[in-house]
């Protein structure tokens, strides 16, 4: 037995090659690397055994044998998450149970409007096997080509097209579920009304892996727009872009799925630092507006938005814009967007944080954590974007120039304190789409009314009495 899996029970490893043959785990730090590590690299664990079980029969026999041996689990899908919760903390005690094995889109109903997908499907396989049948699945964020069904589920994710669509939770009709002693939920129902008794599914949605491991889910899927119009304007302040969403929002409606701003400065870094991107427009603005809309008609669309953008114009709400003139062009308007954050990499360590308030406070959001930041840490650069249209900010900080990495990090919870604080202050949320994670959680305690703490601790220990699933995650 190595030194790492002497953390284990003895036999564990064993009985675990018993149930999932060799293919179903590893050892090997090697391999395990990856799945210890976040994202960003900003986060390592220990781990001394990756599960890979390969179907919803094999993770309800690990889970139960998990169980068993009272072994805590951290279930993994892509590993895109932002706040820690799919890494293994530092004990070296806890395994991780990854689900990039459960693959299979096990059908696609047209007519019905569903797909059902296991819950290690990438994001964009989903999305291209909808669009094959004819059909949109508008879930869609920077990290879909490599964040899974089951991730995005268990984090609520949100994304681009919350707008018109909402949130992950909105896209769900049906769930199976491994419960923590491994018994499997089979909730997989494709039905838009269903009231008999509680909406168990969307317990699990969102719970971050500490309820229940999802192994499969009913998407829904939706008309696939045929005409799509993305602007790119520049305005100048939070406020305008507020004054040209309510202007998009009274003549465009719902066919609006995304409204997103951008800081002139993240702007700049993306021309800087990302290959194949150009300037959309002359001149340096403060702050840019990215918005889609998009229906089931073939062409019209832009007649409707025409008007729209001119009194925006003549209102001194828009400084200068353009209209993506080809597919290709709107890809690039998007990677501006959508690669903020990796656009800021080669510059120095980011400190990420998202927040939501309510629309109509954003601007003072902008305005006291700027104040606070550029007052506490001299030097660093203040670069939020986000979903505007949804009343929710990433709230990005880069490292100030000739400060150690390692200290700009560790900068990190004293930041997040003081943006939480002022969310807070602002009627907001302390994590819009992101979720807890690990990275949240001392600020969940301490901010949540006890009330529903205790709710949510009562929750946890009835379906997870033993405490395996995800420690330390949420609650
Ligand atoms: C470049 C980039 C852009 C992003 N943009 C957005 C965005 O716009 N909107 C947004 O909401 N998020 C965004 N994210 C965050 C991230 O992509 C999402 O949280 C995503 O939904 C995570 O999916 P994943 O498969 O990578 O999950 P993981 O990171 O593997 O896991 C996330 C959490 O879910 C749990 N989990 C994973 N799979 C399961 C399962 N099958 N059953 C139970 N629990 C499970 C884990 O334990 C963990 O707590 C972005 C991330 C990156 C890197």
């Known amino acids: 037995m190595s030194e790492a899996t002497a953390n284990l029970p003895d036999g564990f490893v064993e009985e675990v090659e018993a149930r999932v043959g060799g293919r179903g785990f590893t050892t090997d730090p090697a391999e395990i690397e990856a799945h210890v590590t976040d994202f960003w690299r900003q986060i390592r664990g220990r781990s001394p055994l990756v599960l890979r079980p390969a179907t919803t029969a094999e993770v309800a026999a690990l889970m139960a044998l998990c169980h068993r041996h009272r072994v805590p689990v951290v279930p993994q899908g892509g590993n895109t998450g932002l706040v820690g919760g799919g890494v293994p903390d530092e004990s070296g005690r806890q395994v991780v149970l990854s689900l990039a094995r459960l693959t299979r889109i096990r059908s696609v109903d047209r007519e019905g409007e569903t797909l059902t997908a296991e819950a290690g499907c990438v994001l964009a396989d989903i999305q291209a096997a909808a669009r094959e049948a004819g059909r949109y699945f508008p879930l869609s964020l920077g990290a879909e080509g490599s964040c899974r069904i089951g991730g995005n589920l268990a984090t609520n994710a949100g994304g681009i097209n919350v707008l018109r669509y909402g949130m992950a939770r909105q896209l769900v009709l049906g769930l199976e579920v491994v419960l923590a002693d491994g018994r499997v939920w089979d909730g997989l129902r494709a039905l838009r009304k269903d009231n008999t008794g509680f909406d168990l599914k969307q317990l699990f949605i969102g719970s ?207 930041i997040q304190e003081g943006l939480c604080d002022i969310v807070a202050e602002l009627g907001g949320s302390i994590s819009a789409e992101h979720g807890i994670g690990r990275l949240k959680q001392g600020e969940l305690a301490r901010r949540k009314d006890p009330l529903e703490l205790l709710l949510m601790r009562e929750i946890k220990q009835a379906l997870d009495p033993s405490g395996i699933l995800n420690p330390g995650v949420i609650v």
Do not use: C
Not at 238 to 266: C, N, T, V, Y
Not at 316 to 340: F, H, K, N, P
């Open 208 to 414: 971050e892996g500490a309820l229940g491991v999802i192994t499969a889910a009913v998407l829904r899927l939706f008309p696939l727009p045929r005409e799509i119009q993305t602007v790119w304007l520049a305005v100048p302040s939070p406020e305008a872009a507020l004054a040209l969403f309510a202007r998009f929002r009274d003549a465009l409606g719902e066919l609006i799925s995304s409204f997103e701003l951008i800081s002139g400065g993240g702007v700049a870094i993306a021309l800087k630092n990302l290959e194949g991107v150009t300037a959309p427009l002359s001149g340096d603005h403060p702050w840019y507006v990215l918005a889609e809309v998009a229906w089931t008609f073939a062409d019209g669309l832009e007649v409707l938005l025409e008007p729209v953008l001119e009194g925006a114009i003549e209102a001194d709400l828009v400084l200068d814009g353009t209209l993506a003139q080809s597919e290709a062009q709107r890809q690039m308007l998007w990677a501006i967007r959508e690669r903020q954050s990796e656009a800021m990499a080669p510059e120095g360590m980011v400190v990420r944080n998202d927040v939501s308030v309510p629309l109509d406070r954003i601007p003072l959001l902008l305005a006291r954590a700027k104040e606070l930041f550029e007052r506490t840490i001299p030097g660093v650069r203040v670069l939020p974007f986000g979903h505007i249209g949804d009343g929710n900010l990433h709230y990005n900080l880069l490292q100030p120039p000739g400060m150690e990495r390692a200290a700009f990090l560790a900068m990190k919870y004293g």
